[in-house]
């Protein structure tokens, strides 16, 4: 092996671990607005006696339907055109085109990676929180409140996020997750305080 394809070995590689960590970000931080965009709608229907659980249903989905797409294309848009940056400023740094090389494949390649997990996260985890909904529309009888089981789960994903975030920094995962929980009861707060004004 050559000095050269050593060297942008070591680079693919810090290329790939770099994407790691902001695959993970795009993750935490999309999957933590999709939690709170739940939260805040469950929080608002439940405020309404009357809400009827099939139009909460309805747009609960249109919003993690738009969560979802906006996930999507923020980050493929954005990520493209870094890793395009990236490579344009290698290729001319080595006077080489590296489009076919591994490096020049894991930049066409990892945008969507990062875009698909940016969109799936806050999808997959709305979906998680208005499950009390669905089974409501299917007929189930639930032990309470659809919308109320819908905030604990809220609360508790928050609080897994939360948790998660600790283990990547070395925090005490109960005081990480505490913080993000602090986070949610203050959010189901204001949306009370708003409701309570409309």
């Known amino acids: ?103 020049g494949e894991a930049s066409h390649y990892l945008p969507i990676i990062v875009a698909l997990v940016n969109g799936f996260s806050p999808l997959l985890i709305s979906l998680l929180i208005m499950s009390p909904l669905w089974w409501v529309t299917l007929g189930f009888h639930l032990p309470g409140s659809a919308f109320v089981l819908a905030i604990l789960i809220a609360l508790f994903t928050l609080f897994l996020l939360g948790m998660f975030l600790g283990s990547i920094s070395k925090t005490f995962w109960l005081w990480a997750g505490l913080r993000t929980l602090a986070i949610a009861i203050l959010t189901i707060s204001i949306v009370l305080l708003v409701g309570r004004g409309v």
Do not use: C, P
Not at 5 to 24: D, M, P, Y
Not at 51 to 56: F, K, L, S, W, Y
Not at 64 to 89: D, H, T
């Open 1 to 103: 092996m050559t000095a050269y394809e050593s060297w942008l070995g070591r680079k693919f590689l810090l290329h790939l671990h770099r994407a790691r960590g902001i695959v993970r970000r795009y993750f935490i931080t999309n999957g933590f607005d999709g939690a709170l965009t739940m939260l805040g709608m469950m929080t608002g229907f439940y405020t309404h006696a009357n809400t009827d659980v099939a139009m909460a249903l309805s747009a609960s989905m249109g919003a993690a339907v738009a969560l979802f797409m906006s996930g999507i294309s923020s980050a493929y848009l954005s990520e493209a055109a870094e890793r395009k940056k990236e490579l344009n400023e290698l290729e001319q740094a080595l006077i080489k085109d590296l489009t076919q090389s591994d490096y």
